[in-house]
């Protein structure tokens, strides 16, 4: 899942951001507006955790450009606001969900996770594939019954390859969804996560390299 934070208060944005990484989430960090409409011109989000009261260009004006577009990235607003008639414009506005801060990291934790399924078709918190067991909500992997320990970018790309359910996936794509914004196009960062992933999973293999198409897993 990526998903961009759009937050002016900088401890609480990498602390949330952290929190979300721990999760194997690809996380872009902005602190205006502007930032965000820009950000979310070039990639695509699962989920933007969006503060209401942004400098430059407010959040509400944010919400409306993401609702615009008529993409599949789902909003949760965040401010500081405890009013009925804030939380009602937010989610007027086109919102997917508000949270008033302070918050539990916990609690925001699992509102992104349930906002990034309804982004995506839906697909059971368990995905099965080749003998392979990866639970998203507790992040852990299973290979015929035997735990294994992955890194987070690991467990992110074994997740696009599951969710792919035996199609290509491009190195490109890999990019997008299990790195952030700050990734060197050019890196071999795919290529040496494939490796240690497949050495992990063990034998027989069971992620396939297509020549100039990208990496499928087998059924």
Not at 70 to 91: F, N, P
Not at 93 to 122: H, M, N, S, W
Not at 123 to 139: C, K, Q, S
Not at 212 to 219: I, K
């Amino acid at each position: 899942m990526r998903v961009l934070i759009v937050e002016d208060e900088a401890v609480l944005a990498e602390a949330t951001a952290e929190g979300l990484r721990q999760r194997a989430m690809a996380v872009d960090l902005c602190a205006d507006g502007a930032a965000a409409l820009e950000l979310i011109s070039i990639n695509r989000y699962d989920v933007v955790v969006l503060d209401r009261d942004l400098p430059v260009v407010h959040g509400d004006d944010v919400c409306r450009a993401i609702v615009s577009t008529g993409g599949e990235a789902r909003v949760i607003m965040l401010t500081a606001s405890t009013g009925l008639d804030e939380r009602v414009h937010g989610l007027n506005i086109g919102a997917d969900d508000y949270l008033t801060k302070p918050f539990a990291l916990a609690e925001l934790v699992a509102r992104v996770q349930a906002l990034g399924r309804r982004a995506r078709p839906a697909l059971p918190p368990v995905l099965r594939r080749a003998g392979i067991e990866l639970d998203v909500p507790r992040h852990q992997v299973l290979r015929d019954g035997r735990f294994i320990a992955l890194s987070r970018k690991e467990f992110a790309v074994l997740e696009v390859l599951m969710r792919a359910e035996g199609t290509a996936v491009s190195a490109e794509e890999l990019l997008e969804k299990a790195w952030d914004e700050h990734i060197d196009p050019f890196t071999n960062a795919v290529r040496v996560t494939m490796m240690t992933l497949r050495k992990k999973l063990g034998s027989p293999a069971v992620i396939e390299t297509l020549s100039g198409v990208g990496y499928r897993l087998s059924g």
